[in-house]
């Protein structure tokens, strides 16, 4: 079963009358096979699954165009239900609201902020980005209530920080992230692959392969850490990336030094359009 709710009232109503696990899987959106992943997962693990479709303008930039993110509601749902088709008697409530208001009433102040992964990477490039990420998740946590909320890793930071929120307020929430679908290509699945042509999705394929190489250049050895340094210099020549970093995969340091896990983060831009990708490897 697949109910749609527009309005947090109905959304509230509807979730204290629920009495069993609750999972929660939250997107903007225009879905593709990475979220329906995330939905799979949660139907498997729990009773009842919430999840939202929801454009948060608060995550959005000065330079990002909030009116132009595709809305795609009802292909959205047509895809969840077939999803719903496969686990006969279990629930899905689609919360999808029509104004930014059902989430953040006139006046809304609040503000959640994460300093430690704010700044640094992604951050330095989308100012206040993840403090509109937390602050949306939030307050969704806040209605929805889960016992487990599901994130995809594609946008890792942006699971560090959820991660890290659900710590500092001492949510009772199970935070699980979930491994990045890809094309046959490599390619990460993701709604602004929309945007590349044909020429450009040939060319998004240096992203992942990047990746690839230094982390089989890395080959699990934290001694080869700085000629791995030397390589990713030496890739960064192309303009098109914004970054490609080797981070620890838990705490976002450029210090390695005490690192078992670490993970490649990298954008590369083409035209107008911004390419997310990371890739975490275990070293010694």
């Not at 479709?53 to 047509?78: A, C």
């Not at 409530?93 to 006139?106: D, R, T």
């Not at 490599?186 to 998004?204: C, F, I, M, V």
Request: proline fraction near 4%; glycine fraction near 4%; hydrophobic fraction near 40%.
């Amino acid at each position: 079963m697949v109910k749609l709710i527009r309005t947090t009232n109905e959304l509230i109503s509807c979730r204290d009358q629920e009495k069993e696990r609750i999972g929660f899987v939250p997107t903007m959106g225009n879905l593709h096979a990475g979220h329906i992943s995330l939905l799979e997962k949660a139907l498997r693990d729990n009773d009842v699954v919430y999840f939202s479709i929801f454009v948060n303008p608060k995550q959005f930039g000065p330079s990002d165009d909030f009116q132009k993110y595709p809305r795609t509601l009802e292909d959205d749902l047509e895809l969840i239900q077939k999803c719903n088709s496969n686990f006969e008697g279990k629930k899905i409530v689609v919360f999808a609201p029509e104004k930014p208001q059902e989430v953040f009433p006139l006046n809304y102040s609040q503000t959640v902020a994460v300093p430690t992964f704010n700044n640094i990477v992604e951050g330095r490039f989308r100012l206040n980005h993840f403090d509109g990420v937390a602050t949306v998740v939030y307050r969704l946590f806040e209605i929805v209530k889960p016992h487990n909320a599901y994130f995809g890793l594609k946008d890792y930071q942006q699971f560090l920080v959820i991660r890290q929120m659900v710590k500092d307020l001492a949510m009772p929430i199970e935070i699980i992230g979930m491994p990045i679908i890809r094309e046959t290509t490599g390619l990460a699945l993701s709604s602004r692959n929309q945007y590349l042509s044909t020429e450009q999705k040939q060319e998004a394929l240096n992203l992942y392969q990047s990746l690839l190489k230094i982390s089989n250049f890395i080959d699990g050895k934290k001694a080869k850490l700085a000629m791995a340094k030397k390589e990713i210099n030496t890739i960064l020549l192309d303009a098109k990336w914004n970054y490609l970093e080797m981070r620890d995969a838990e705490t976002m340091s450029e210090d390695l030094t005490k690192s078992s896990r670490i993970t490649l983060v990298a954008v590369y831009q083409l035209g107008s359009t911004r390419l997310l990708d990371n890739l975490q490897l275990e070293v010694k």
